[in-house]
Every structure is written in C-alpha cells, then in structure tokens.
C-alpha cells in the first residue's frame, strides 16, 4: 500500500530524482523560465516553492535551509535578493505552468514551460 506515499518515481532512483530537481530548481531560479515535461513540472513546484517561501524570511537559518538543495552561492544569493521581495506579500503561487502545443520529438511526450510568476 502506499499510504503516506506522495510525489512521483518520474522513474528514476531517490538520488538521481533529487539531483535532478536540484538542478531544476537551480536553473530555474537562474533563468526565471525552463523548458520541460508537465509531471517534472508539477513535482518541481512541490520543490521549489518552499525554497521560495524559506527565502521570504531572509534570516540566516533560512539561508542555510536553501544553500542545503541550492548549492550555487550565485543562486542563492539571487533568490534573497531578487527573487523573494518579489513576492513578499503573495502567499504561495509563486510558479505557472504553461503547456506548449508541441510535443518532444523522441517520445511525444507533451512539453511545458514552468516561470516564476510575475
């Protein structure tokens, strides 16, 4: 049974799924805008959201929270600086999902733009 069992295997290992949300979640804060699939997206949400809502505080403790899954200090120091007054009296949201026409060329598989809201 899978009680208590949220977030998708996207079939990959633990290890490999969180070095590639990492990653994710590094580009995107990097760039403001990735290109990928609709379930990566939505669990990349679920990771990146907290690290945002972290990054609100601004004090140390949250600053070591984020640096823990972002480990580019360039990164980081942009989503204190940047990235969390911007949303400062927003609760929550602070992504958007939208899906593209097309489909990957390999698989089919439909293909989305998640963004950090404006």
């Given at each position: 049974?899978?009680?208590?069992?949220?977030?998708?295997?996207?079939?990959?290992?633990?290890?490999?799924?969180?070095?590639?949300?990492?990653?994710?979640?590094?580009?995107?804060?990097?760039?403001?805008?990735?290109?990928?699939?609709?379930?990566?997206?939505?669990?990349?949400?679920?990771?990146?959201?907290?690290?945002?809502?972290?990054?609100?505080?601004?004090?140390?403790?949250?600053?070591?929270?984020?640096?823990?899954?972002?480990?580019?200090?360039?990164?980081?120091?942009?989503?204190?600086?940047?990235?969390?007054?911007r949303?400062?009296?927003?609760?929550?949201?602070?992504?958007?999902?939208?899906?593209?026409?097309?489909?990957?060329?390999?698989?089919?598989?439909?293909?989305?733009?998640?963004?950090?809201v404006?």
């Open positions: 049974m899978r009680h208590m069992k949220t977030g998708r295997k996207l079939n990959r290992f633990s290890d490999h799924r969180r070095a590639m949300f990492r990653n994710m979640a590094t580009e995107l804060l990097r760039h403001g805008r990735i290109r990928t699939t609709i379930p990566k997206a939505k669990e990349l949400r679920r990771f990146v959201e907290p690290l945002i809502t972290k990054a609100k505080r601004g004090d140390l403790t949250a600053r070591r929270q984020v640096i823990r899954e972002i480990h580019d200090m360039n990164v980081v120091r942009r989503l204190f600086d940047d990235v969390a007054p949303f400062q009296e927003r609760n929550g949201g602070y992504t958007r999902i939208l899906k593209l026409a097309e489909r990957r060329r390999g698989d089919g598989t439909q293909m989305c733009i998640i963004e950090l404006d």
